[in-house]
């Protein structure tokens, strides 16, 4: 199990270095994924218990595609994946969602992403957010980020937004909101906001980071699902916390935004 450990330091060019090696191998992976999409793909469901996970053969493979080359470039740094769980190693930890959107997938639809990340022990220091179909590729080392499509490359940047009845907020769906106060308090934001887009998974925060979306809310988050967009977010000059403003590495109920002022009106709001 992933915990918060004492931070490893990490240089700048190693920094730049593991970026390199994130957006390089989650291609790899992406690349492994496709003769899966829009194809016949066995289905599985994880829970035998009423709920429903699914995963496909796409998910396993595009992580071992991941585990295998960090085995081999970095045998000495610990991995978290989705599918294949928790190995330790030094101190830095590779956080890996091989298919952030699996029931996107699963549909046809575009709102998928091979996710990795870099964890110091503290905070991810490196993020990746790779559409394969799309070629598109969101990336960030919490300086900077940038968006890159079949070699066009710009760097990212958040929108001002200071006023939360001005915001779009976005989030996966409601039903990800526990019953009873936390849906509740999605329930205010929603009626505190501009409007609400529904659906996007992994793409939600891309689209803050690119500065269409004000705010970006989930509940129930795994360090996976999350950790991997946190170096985009906040190289593109966005801030993310959990609603109780604390560090958002291990999941839980997280809010990013791209202005600071609205951030903070936002977690008012979600508090009651």
């Known amino acids: 199990m992933l915990e918060y450990s004492n931070r490893v330091a990490v240089s700048g060019a190693d920094r730049a270095s593991y970026l390199e090696f994130a ?3 989650a291609e790899e992976a992406g690349r492994a994924t496709l003769p899966y999409f829009r194809a016949e793909v066995q289905i599985e469901n994880k829970h035998s218990d009423g709920r429903y996970d699914p995963v496909t053969e796409a998910d396993r493979g ?12 970095y045998p000495r740094h610990g991995i978290l994946g989705e599918e294949y769980g928790y190995q330790e190693g030094n101190g830095l930890t590779w956080v890996i969602d091989p298919i ?12 998928w992403g091979v ?3 870099l964890f110091d022990g503290q905070d991810p220091v490196v993020g990746v957010m790779h559409q394969p179909f799309t070629g598109e590729t969101f990336f960030g080392d919490c300086h900077s980020a940038w968006y890159e499509q079949r070699g066009q490359k710009r760097q990212l940047g958040v929108r001002a937004c200071s006023k939360l009845d001005s915001a779009v907020v976005a989030s996966t769906g409601p039903q990800w909101f526990s019953e009873g106060r936390e849906r509740q308090a999605f329930e205010r934001l929603v009626e505190a ?4 887009r529904f659906g996007g998974d992994c793409y939600l925060y891309a689209m803050l980071a690119m500065g269409y979306v004000d705010l970006a809310t989930d509940a129930n988050l795994n360090p996976y699902d999350i950790q ?7 190289g593109a000059g966005g801030v993310i916390t959990t609603w109780a403003g604390d560090n958002p590495s291990m999941g839980g109920a997280v809010l990013a935004s791209g202005d600071a002022a609205v951030h903070e009106a936002a977690l008012k709001v979600l508090a009651g």
């Open 23 to 25: 957006c390089r191998v």
């Open 62 to 73: 595009a992580e071992r595609v991941i585990r295998q080359a960090i085995g081999s470039e």
């Open 115 to 117: 996710l990795l990340a």
């Open 228 to 234: 991997p967009l946190v170096p985009i977010i906040r």
């Open 193 to 196: 906001t501009l409007f609400t």
């Open 100 to 111: 952030d959107g699996t029931r996107a997938f699963m549909t046809g639809m575009l709102h």
